[in-house]
């Protein structure tokens, strides 16, 4: 019985991060309410607050849930795009990924806009760049072992890198004037295969 009490309360707590992400990622934080969240997750305001303290703990939780999804998306597209001839195509592959997630509204208004307000802005870039830092140094440092980008700058080609993509994902979610996932990434590929 104790069992199957864990299992409810896991299928619970993951309903209630299911209905934040659709929630928080149509209407964004502030207009969501915990009513809401508890109604679409098909519980109680009671079993939510038995999971997460507050709205922001949740929202922390939906946050660090889209942001593995679209990671998971991520290495899935590197794997993929592996290629004998070509070792800068896993790495693009994986940052072409994160540019589609970031030009989608659900994830820009979580991720992007309600992030850094709710998290605060050094609390939202500690956590992504735990992220996508370990991400972005991994394909670095698989290039500099093919001999393309110099030992020396692998630590400052990665962070240079990272924050290049979350600026191309910030132009997206502002949908800047002539900016598109294909623009980014054309630029991002030369950016990246002239960088020794």
Known sequence: ?????????????????????QLFGADGYKQ????????????????LFHH??????????VWAQVQLEMDSKAREAAILARSPTDPYAAFLAGCRTYLEWAGRSGFQQIVLFDGPSVLGAAGWYEQDNALGHKNVLSGVAFLSKKGLIAEHRVKSMTLLLQNAL???????SRQAEGVTTDTLMESFEILLRNAR
């Open 52 to 61: 997460f303290a507050n709205k922001e703990e949740l929202f922390h939780a």
């Open 32 to 47: 969501t309410s915990l009513a809401a969240i508890s109604k679409v997750a098909g519980t109680t305001k009671g079993a």
């Open 1 to 21: 019985m104790a069992k199957r009490t864990a299992e409810q309360a896991e299928e619970t707590r993951a309903a209630l991060i299911k209905a934040g992400v």
């Open 166 to 172: 979350n600026g191309a994902g910030f132009a997206l």
